[in-house]
């Protein structure tokens, strides 16, 4: 044995006298693992769905939206707490619209195909991945989501979902 081994045993048994008694910490945050959607498990939505959400995205009409800070948006009626949750990362979306490379057109029909499956799937929130380019889809993402009765709350996604390329939706499922 040479003298390496010895001062990592000698270390280890002075680590373990001194944890000797102390208990371990329950975790009271549960975090979803993410899942992974293969094409079998895309929601099959039909176009005169995705026609109905895009029905309520206008070009002209352009919602009171706070400029200052990252982007963000709550429905009236809906607690500043649940934008907070969003903002920090409480909600996992379980679903992903990757919106890079898209015109404005694409990007509104595959945004109403979206919410319309996540509403038929009863997936409360999703990731909508705009990009930041040339400031276009993310300028125009949020004042089309500040239009849907659907959507409760959105705000800028956290890093590890986007960060300011991106924004976590928060969907009101309606009662079946």
Same mark, same amino acid.
């Given at each position: !044995? ?13 680590? *373990? ?7 371990? @910490? ?9 899942? *992974? ?13 995705? *026609? ?24 009236? /009626?809906?607690?500043? $707490? ?6 920090? /990362?409480? $909600?996992?979306?379980?679903? $992903? &619209?990757? !919106?890079?490379? !898209?015109? *404005? ?5 595959? &945004?109403?195909?979206?919410?319309? #499956?996540?509403?038929?799937?009863? @997936? ?8 930041? /380019? ?27 979902? /986007?960060?300011?390329? #991106?924004?976590?939706? &928060? ?6």
């Amino acid at each position: !044995m040479s003298k390496k081994d010895f001062n990592l045993d000698d270390d280890f048994a002075l680590f *373990q006298e001194a944890v000797k008694g102390v208990k371990k @910490i329950s975790n009271d945050t549960i975090i979803a693992p993410r899942r *992974q959607i293969t094409k079998s498990d895309t929601p099959k939505v039909s176009t005169k769905e995705a *026609q109905n959400h895009e029905f309520y995205f206008s070009d002209e009409f352009e919602p009171h939206l706070n400029e200052n800070g990252p982007t963000h948006y709550a429905r009236t /009626g809906v607690s500043k $707490y649940e934008v907070k949750k969003l903002r920090r /990362g409480v $909600y996992v979306p379980d679903m $992903y &619209l990757d !919106m890079h490379g !898209m015109t *404005q057109r694409e990007a509104k029909r595959e &945004l109403a195909a979206m919410i319309a #499956a996540c509403l038929k799937e009863d @997936i409360t929130c999703c990731c909508v991945m705009h990009g930041i /380019g040339k400031h276009i889809l993310k300028q125009k993402t949020p004042l089309w989501l500040a239009q849907h009765p659907d959507v409760l709350a959105f705000h800028q996604a956290p890093l590890e979902f /986007g960060g300011d390329g #991106a924004l976590l939706v &928060l969907l009101d499922i309606p009662e079946k």
